[in-house]
């Protein structure tokens, strides 16, 4: 049986696995860094460690299972991992770091029971493909069909109030200042009928960038001063 120093070994071990996997998150200033995957991996490690020492000789007549213990942390690391995930107007976020508190779960596991060398090629891993598929991924999504960067022109436009066009200016500059996204041209003129007026935009987005600019689209059509808004794709002259 383990005394109770190797134990702690197996706890050590766990935890710097985890702080591994957390130093990449914590460099790149995620929710879940390099304490909360330590930790995560550490307490992972604890259950399992209770679970196949912790009960030695308490059941007698009954089968122990202590494997049912390491189960339910798969489950139990889904509520945690929950908290780190977000919704960001039509996107979501915090998948990521999600899944990377659930590796450092099962990295955790594995130090518990003393295979610190799947343990290691677990950490490592995780941490490679944090770091080197992430520019892959990014050059994917700037090349949805497989050949050069596609840019596309948009034109937003929005009719307000006079009085309010300070403000739907500023909302509008907020809603389209994002990654992705280059606000080329923002200006207003006199709208369509008196006491109103036209602000309009012209903006440039990586790849076919439609989606915030709906999402634009329906945050200001909320706005009381607002009576019309829409965008537009600008047609790509032909030579």
């Known amino acids: 049986m383990m005394n109770e120093w190797s134990m702690a070994g197996h706890l050590t071990a766990a935890l ?7 130093l990449e998150r ?8 390099l304490r909360t995957n330590a930790l995560v991996a550490g307490g992972a490690a604890l259950f399992v460690l ?3 020492y912790g ?3 308490e059941v007698s007549e009954v089968q122990y ?8 942390i798969v489950s139990g690391i889904g509520f945690l991992c929950a908290g780190v995930i977000m919704r960001d107007g039509l996107s979501v976020r915090g998948l990521n770091t999600a899944a990377t508190l659930w590796c450092s779960a099962a990295v955790g596991c594995l130090a518990g029971v003393g295979m610190f060398v799947l343990a290691a090629f677990g950490t490592a891993g995780v941490v490679g493909a944090n770091l080197l598929l992430r520019p892959l991924g990014r050059r994917l999504d700037r090349e949805p069909r497989g050949g050069a960067e596609v840019a ?3 034109h937003f436009e929005a009719v307000c109030l006079e009085a309010e066009e ?26 369509p009928d008196p006491g109103k007026v036209t602000v309009s935009a012209l903006l440039t987005a990586e790849g076919a960038g439609g989606r915030a600019l709906e999402e634009a689209v329906s945050n200001l059509s909320l706005d009381p001063s607002v009576s019309a808004v829409g965008w537009a794709v600008v047609p790509t002259p032909s030579f």
């Open 50 to 52: 209770l679970s196949q």
């Open 16 to 22: 710097g696995f985890g702080a591994a996997i957390g």
């Open 55 to 57: 009960f030695i000789g």
């Open 65 to 72: 299972d202590g494997s049912r213990v390491a189960a339910q």
């Open 152 to 154: 596309t022109d948009f």
């Open 166 to 191: 300070a403000h739907i200016r500023h909302r509008l500059v907020d809603a389209l200042a994002r990654p992705g996204y280059q606000l080329r041209e923002i200006r207003s003129v006199d709208g």
């Open 26 to 33: 914590q460099w790149r200033a995620r929710l879940a860094g």
